[in-house]
């Protein structure tokens, strides 16, 4: 307590009561009714946007919650979709489609310079990635290698791509890095998996959780769900803290000194979970639950307050067409909710 006053500019108040007028998250004062020191924390919570116009589950997203594209995705006869629809922050509208049809595709960038690459066609991953430039898709490099479902993380021109499935049969450890251009192959995961989100940039990226197939592996692969989180420099894969519950298939955003992870499998029922985990750089905790059960949702955000999660998979009925926004609150007056006592 020593240096709040250098920091904040102001000495910490000693109040009979909680402050009235706080200005907002990290503002501390000493309650001597109690005597505890008090601060204001973030409030996080869920708002469900304006539906998806084509239900599905497993499409990309780029963007976030403000401005958003969705392309692609597993639609209510089983098949792929190239459906592309835009978010305004309040409604999705019909634009251009994808130049392939595919599921199980990630997003990356933003939703006038977006880009996705390999997923799922027919029984197999592709190597296929294409460009969003606000208008229409364009077919762009291919992978060094074919897969479906994989984690990604950065931007149309530094993107990251790690893991994913071959076939009905196993997953992969192989990551792509994207100049723009190209795709190059980069280091290896240290446990190959599919069906991870990423989410962060280039150089500082999380792959998070997934499923993976035990060895030996056979057809169709026993797959079961991990809470394993790795961390790329730029250079190479880490393991770092692991998820609070191991899941795949689920949504993300934000960077790898502050995420969020939503919904997904926790086993092998595909109605999915509520819950989610938050990630200060140091360790996961359990964060705040959606309003519904899901799996296999499109998430983006390159922070955390700006998360967007589109359609997923639930039954019934297996696809949905809803869309989630996460937000902080950090000005509330205090209350339960957003008032806690310092205790170290």
Known sequence: MTDYKEIKGKTVQSLGSDIANPSGEGQIWFNTAGSDYKTIVAVASWATGGNILT???????????????????????????????????????????LNTARSRLPGMGSSTAGLTAGGWISSAGTALSEE?????????????????????AGTQTAGLTAGGGINTAGNVATSEVYDGTSWTEAATLNTSRGGSPG???????????????????????????????????????????????????????????????????????????????TFDGTSWATGTATPEVNSKAAGHGTTVGVAIGAGGYATPPPYKNTTLEYAFDTTLPPGAQNVKTITD
């Not at 835009?86 to 634009?95: I, P, R, V």
């Open 55 to 97: 239900a599905r589950d497993s499409g990309a997203v780029c963007g976030d919650k403000t401005a958003a594209i969705l392309a692609g995705g597993l639609i209510s006869d089983h098949s792929v979709t190239l459906a592309g629809e835009t978010y305004d922050g309040s409604s999705w509208t019909e634009t251009n489609d």
């Open 132 to 152: 969003y430039n606000g208008t229409s898709w364009a077919e762009g490099n291919a992978l060094p290698v074919a897969k479906s479902g994989p984690g990604a």
């Open 199 to 277: 989410t962060g940039t280039q150089t500082a990226g999380f792959l998070l959780g997934g499923n993976y197939a035990p060895a030996p592996v056979s057809n169709p692969a026993p797959y079961q769900k991990t809470a394993i989180v790795e961390e790329y420099n730029g250079t190479s894969w880490t393991e770092v803290a692991d998820l609070s519950v191991s899941r795949g298939w689920m949504a993300a955003a934000g960077t790898t000194s502050n995420a969020l992870v939503w919904q997904g499998m926790t086993g092998p029922t595909p109605a999915g979970v509520a819950s989610s985990d």
